[in-house]
């Protein structure tokens, strides 16, 4: 109880705090969603790919010099997004592949950048804080809280008005471009929030945990529940609820943030293993 | 409890954001690590509403070429924000070395050089605390 | 007996060549038709353009119907699939949503009134993947419905079932043909096919075999062969 007390001193007390919580609730419930279609087309590993050309594409903005990375982050990641995932179900090993080329390449080219022509003092910290997130969501600005609440605004409101879409398209891609159902625009729509949320949530849980933070929840929440809508509540649920947990025992007791959300969720998905073990047993 | 819990949220929609006491000084020392990495970052993003208090900082002194400044570290050494500290009197920073662990308490400030603004503790003094070995 | 489909003189193909050509058949409203061939013989690039996925090389495909349900052969997502029956029926009435993004109270009782046709309403609830083999068809069968009620077009419907839930399935197309429903059924099954269809539609070799009804099927020397070769794989 003195640690909820002291917890709720700092949260009232310290403008970082309640950026911090505010961010991250915001990108764990964005990537929850997003992580029942990806883990559902087996894109599982879109998280850590993607991520990882984001880490590139920073490498070569921090070159440039511009004061506002984004502008060269932002694109680079979409098109990568759209390439990888337009071909919808990831049934071709040639999809598996590309992935995993782009994922590693990009991350190799973006170190050696960062090196030879270093922009910072102090950059194995920048990688280190950009693939690990040690206390970049401690480390937030106003700003960077106005513009992580407009785009979860936009990805949450383009996931409830394309619910249905993004259901059927993920469920059986061919019965829908039959049914006249423009499948490739969802996919594209998908690809595009997908891309949004990782460049976003590199500034939470760093490039490498990306992935974690998408599958955990929906792999959790699919042990237990059988409808669709089911999995998708339970997941923004639990995503949400790992998060919070997982930023508060990192500003209490000092330890990396991304690391303990994940943490967090891991704790979550065996304890949800065991449910619909024991569940499953009863049932029969 | 569930009542304060829900008048401090409130208050917190109604005025935004709060900030650290005013009347007192605000002691970073008291928190942990990443606490005190991080609040400093947040002084260094957004001076404006701290300017005029007095601050306790612990962390790693280094005097290189220009003014001496202090240098808080977060948990895991990974990254460090660094505040330029005007002594208080001449003789202040005499005989520390580079690198060493000092606890000082000054005036939260800025300052401009080359153009760019750039925060700093003014009337800064050293704070000499007995810390127990773990 | 209208018309509803009038395939010309059609071949169909990839940019590596063509896998099919010279078809040229018509489907009537009422009709039950089944194409039989081996694989690789055109079947599934029949169905992409009939359906409109696939334009044919040369030849034209007239189409006379509001849509077609198509009923596709399974994918291995859908297997693991968290998804519960009602869900999955209803996502069939998806191609007349547009932009709204919630269904109509219509659509909805559209979607109860397939599953009481298929007799599947007792299984709204459940989640698909616990669906035994023969279940899963009927719901997809009722979500095919859901999109277009005048005409179904089925591959290989009865792939993987076992031989009780196959007769059942065959059971239930031919109580929906009776109903008014055009069938258009992709099939390996000869044997099935000449007991249930109206019309056959014969593709191998590249190129249409035979078309016409059932039992001129059975008296051509094709339909000979094969019911012969079939009849012996069954021993």
């Known amino acids: 109880m003195n640690e909820l007390q002291k917890l709720i001193d700092y949260f009232v007390t310290y403008p970082f705090v309640r950026y911090a919580f505010a961010v991250g609730l915001l990108i764990a419930l964005c990537a929850s969603l997003l992580g029942v279609t990806l883990v559902l087309k087996r894109f599982s590993f879109i998280g850590d790919g993607l991520s990882h050309v984001a880490f590139g594409a920073m490498a070569v903005a921090a070159i440039t010099g511009l004061t506002n990375k984004m502008v060269i982050i932002l694109p680079v990641t979409l098109l990568s997004a759209i390439l990888l995932l337009r071909t919808g179900q990831n049934t071709k090993i040639k999809g598996d592949a590309a992935i995993a080329m782009i994922s590693v390449g990009a991350l190799a080219i973006g170190y050696m950048l960062m090196n030879v022509f270093p922009s910072s003092a102090n950059v194995s910290g920048d990688v280190c804080s950009t693939l690990f997130g040690s206390t970049s969501i401690l480390t937030l600005k106003k700003s960077d809280v106005t513009l992580c609440i407009i785009m979860a605004v936009i990805v949450i409101a383009a996931f409830l008005l394309f619910y249905n879409k993004i259901f059927a398209v993920t469920f059986d891609e061919n019965f829908c471009k039959a049914s006249g159902v423009n499948a490739n625009a969802y996919n594209l729509i998908i690809a595009m929030i997908t891309a949004a949320i990782i460049v976003l949530a590199m500034n939470l849980v760093g490039s490498l945990l990306i992935s974690a933070l998408i599958i955990f929840p929906a792999l959790s929440a699919m042990r237990v529940f059988r409808s669709f809508r089911g999995v998708i509540l339970c997941s923004a649920v639990i995503s949400v609820l790992c998060a919070a947990v997982g930023i508060m025992l990192s500003i209490l007791f000092s330890t990396p943030v991304g690391s303990t959300i994940v943490t967090a969720d891991i704790a979550v998905f065996l304890v949800f293993c065991g449910i619909s073990a024991v569940t499953g047993r009863i049932r029969r | ?134 | 007996m209208s018309a509803e489909i009038v395939c010309e003189k059609v071949s169909l193909g990839y940019e590596t060549g063509t896998v099919a050509e010279g078809l040229d058949f018509t489907v009537h409203r009422g009709d039950y038709l089944c194409i039989l061939g081996e694989n690789g013989s055109g079947k599934s690039t029949l169905v992409k353009a009939l359906l409109g996925l696939h334009p044919a090389q040369s030849g034209s495909i007239t189409r006379n119907v509001t849509g077609i349900g198509y009923l596709p052969q399974q994918t291995v997502v859908q297997k693991d699939f968290p998804a519960s029956v009602r869900e999955i029926v209803r996502s069939g009435c998806l191609g007349k949503c547009g932009f709204r993004p919630f269904y109509t109270k219509t659509e909805c009782q559209r979607a109860a009134q397939n599953m009481e046709r298929l007799g599947i309403t007792a299984l709204a609830r459940r989640c698909y993947r616990e669906l035994s083999g023969g279940q899963q068809q009927r719901v997809l069968l009722a979500r095919a419905l859901c999109a277009a009620d005048s005409m179904l077009l089925l591959d290989e419907p009865v792939t993987g079932l076992d031989p009780k839930a196959q007769i059942e399935l065959y059971e239930l197309i031919t109580k929906l043909n009776r109903d008014g429903v055009t069938i258009i059924m992709v099939s390996h099954d000869v044997h099935a096919a000449v007991k249930y269809a109206s019309h056959i539609l014969h593709i191998g070799g590249q190129t249409q075999r035979f078309f016409g009804t059932t039992a001129e099927y059975c008296g051509s020397e094709i339909g000979r062969i094969f019911l012969a070769a079939g009849g012996a794989e069954h021993e």
């Open chain 2, 1 to 134: 409890m569930k009542r304060n819990i829900a008048a401090v949220f409130s208050a917190l929609l109604l005025t935004a954001c709060g900030n650290p006491a005013e009347d007192s000084m605000l002691d970073l020392t008291a928190l942990n690590q990443t606490m005190q990495y991080s609040q400093v970052n947040q002084m260094l993003y957004e001076p404006g509403s701290y300017l005029g208090q007095t601050v306790q900082i612990c962390g790693e002194y280094y005097k290189g070429n220009h003014e001496p400044i202090i240098r808080v570290l977060d948990e895991q050494a990974c990254c460090a924000a660094k505040i330029t500290i005007f002594p208080a009197d001449e003789s202040t920073f005499d005989g520390i070395e580079n690198f060493s662990e000092i606890t000082v308490k000054g005036v939260f400030g800025t300052f401009q050089s080359y153009g760019v603004d750039f925060c700093c503790l003014n009337q800064t003094e050293r704070i000499y605390v007995s810390k127990t070995e773990e």
